[in-house]
């Protein structure tokens, strides 16, 4: 029995149907003059639907105006870029190609690394501490514009036995001016990174370091002065002292870790003795290069160095 | 690379000249479906200008996994629907007074006066058929009128209608069912006069 109202649905689906035509209609509405008329009917409603869109369709010439309307908006339009930006955000967290492990994996390590980096920071930034002993005649010198402290370390922290004379203290002593490596004894970090790049490092070479310590104190000690003027020319003296002075806190600080004694000991007495060198003015008084002389001389140092240098200190009595 | 894939790669840098010779391809598509959306000539351009707008800003979005004008079409979509229900007081205090066919005059119609009257009488008679289509889409609500044009228009299939409008078959269905009638009734169709008929024959010839 056939059922108009069934039809209905099956109506639509022929007028939107685009196969649909007259000749493929089912028999059961073919058959039903009023299904049959109600599909025309359909069908004529839709063909005077687009014959009115057909009809309010703008002219042609519109076109131009309307481009022309689009271009100036457009010109005004903020770029794409931010919209892409975030698209390819949006993108790159959506994707399950990358996982949220993943992602928090590097997370991990971006702040692994810079915590790392903070505490290396932290450690290359302590005090550096140098040992000296005090000398009999402190060098004075006023004149130097830039002061700087080196903090002798407590004897008790690393040599219990050591002689009272040793007692720590502060002293004052002139800026080490050296344009070429810009380093000042209390910048720590360019102390350290001075040392990094001196191109024989004092943890390899301790015997070099002995011999040329060595040298510089013979040529100090062997110098004289100019004829004609009070001051003697100690340049190169000076110079030199400067560069072993970073090898040579390196080297105690390592011999001191290791519990090398002997060899620290003679690092520390050698020590003060290149910071008065370093430090001495352009033009010094004779008496301060005197009593710097004497000091060298009573402590026997060359003769000491000499020794260590030519290798009687077993090979890796620092590394030890 | 197509041209298309072309301009709208250098749309993505941000290429306005690209983007307009990309929107001239489907300008004329975006404009019927909002003029035929909104029955109104002036919103009409408003509207679609502003989906290009969209498109423009959003197109860095566009990864070529559909067709570029289906993506476009969704803007169109989208933009036509909230532009709707944004405005829809406005509108439905309005919409008496925007009638297609009280605008009409010789130049409107493309025509002189030294034109023959045939040809004067056959364009008054499209156009007031045109008054009496977009009176039948004026009855709809914007929903209705959206799938009925996603469909009949565009040509797309009752799942991508659902989609773009999220609507389920039987609402478009029912949708399109209820155009049709409105659009016979509108046009002295007998679309009435047959669901009377019907009812009063219980459904059964």
Known sequence: ?320 | MTQEQDLIRRAQTGDREAFCLLARSYERRIYALALHFTRNPHDAEDLSQEVWLKAFRAIGTYRGEAGFYTWLRQIAVNTLLNERRRASVMWDSEKKAIRMGELISLDELGLSVAEPARAVEDALHQKMMADQVMQALDELRPRERMIFLLKHREGMTYEEISKACGASAGTIKKALFRTVSKLRQHLGLGGEAAEVTQVAAGGKS
């Open chain 1, 1 to 320: 029995m056939h059922d108009c109202r069934k039809t209905e649905a099956q109506l639509i689906e022929l007028v939107f149907d685009e196969a649909a035509g007259a000749q493929s209609l089912p028999a059961e509405i073919a058959g039903c003059p009023a299904c049959l008329a109600q599909y025309q009917a359909m069908m004529t409603a839709l063909r005077a639907f687009d014959q009115a869109a057909e009809t309010l369709q703008p002219d042609e010439s519109y076109w131009a105006g309307y481009e022309a309307r689009l271009r100036a908006k457009l010109a005004e339009a903020p770029p794409p870029m931010r919209e892409r930006f975030a698209g390819w955000l949006a993108a790159v967290f959506a994707k399950p190609l990358i996982p949220v492990a993943v992602t928090a994996a590097l997370l991990l390590l971006i702040a692994a690394s810079f915590i790392w980096q903070s505490r290396q920071r932290g450690t290359s930034g302590e005090p550096v501490i140098v040992s000296v002993t005090p000398s009999p005649q402190p060098v004075q010198t006023p004149s130097a514009p830039e002061s700087i402290v080196v903090q002798q370390t407590p004897q008790s922290e690393i040599r219990p036995k050591r002689s009272p004379s040793a007692a720590p203290h502060s002293r004052r002593l002139p800026a080490v001016r050296e344009p070429e490596r810009r380093i000042g004894i209390t910048a720590p970090d360019n102390l350290m990174a001075a040392a990094a790049s001196e191109p024989v490092l004092p943890a390899l070479a301790p015997e070099r370091h002995f011999e040329r310590a060595q040298l510089l104190l013979r040529a100090f000690r062997n110098s004289r002065f100019d004829e004609g003027t009070d001051a003697p020319d100690l340049a190169y003296e000076k110079r030199k002292s400067r560069e072993l002075i970073y090898d040579n806190i390196l080297l105690r600080r390592e011999a001191a870790a290791k519990g090398n004694l002997p060899v620290e000991d003679v690092l520390s007495s050698l020590e003060p003795l290149l910071l008065d060198i370093a430090n001495l003015p352009d033009k010094p008084a004779p008496e301060a290069v005197q009593a710097i002389r004497a000091r060298v001389q009573k402590t026997e140092i060359v003769a000491t160095l000499q020794i260590y240098s030519s290798g009687a200190t077993r090979p890796g009595d620092l590394n030890q």
